[in-house]
């Protein structure tokens, strides 16, 4: 079974920072797959933070936009969320995901998740 992990979640004031790192299989990262990140809050619905495509490109949550990078080292094989100026509001557990129909919320892998806390 694929696995792909997150690290770097924690407790952070706000207007912290914070890097989620993701770990995976080799091809994740170089053949072609979509990956992003994912957030859930309690008592909320799950919903897509950052999406990195193919070709480079990223798109972003609005209410993240300008504080929130998404990048992919293919030769570490390791995807990052640059997260800062954290709000209490990013306050979730934060997935990794790739492949399958990610941008329509529907990847074919998923990491187990990692805290984020923001305090005001």
């Known amino acids: 079974q694929v696995q792909v992990v997150e690290s770097g979640g924690g407790s952070v004031q706000a207007g912290g920072s914070l890097r989620l790192s993701c770990t995976g299989p080799?091809?994740?990262?170089?053949?072609?797959?979509?990956m992003g990140w994912f957030r859930q809050a309690p008592g909320k619905a799950r919903e897509g933070v950052a999406v990195?495509?193919?070709?480079?490109?990223?798109s972003y949550l609005d209410s993240v936009e300008g504080r929130f990078t998404i990048s992919k080292d293919t030769t570490e094989n390791i995807l990052y969320l640059q997260m800062n100026s954290l709000k209490p509001e990013d306050t979730a557990t934060y997935y990794c995901?790739?492949?399958?129909?990610?941008?329509?919320?529907?990847?074919?892998?998923w990491g187990q998740g990692t805290q984020v806390t923001v305090s005001s």
């Open positions: 995901a790739a492949g399958g129909r990610l941008a329509y919320g529907e990847p074919s892998y």
């Open positions: 990195i495509y193919t070709d480079g490109r990223t």
């Open positions: 080799e091809y994740l990262y170089r053949r072609g797959y979509l």
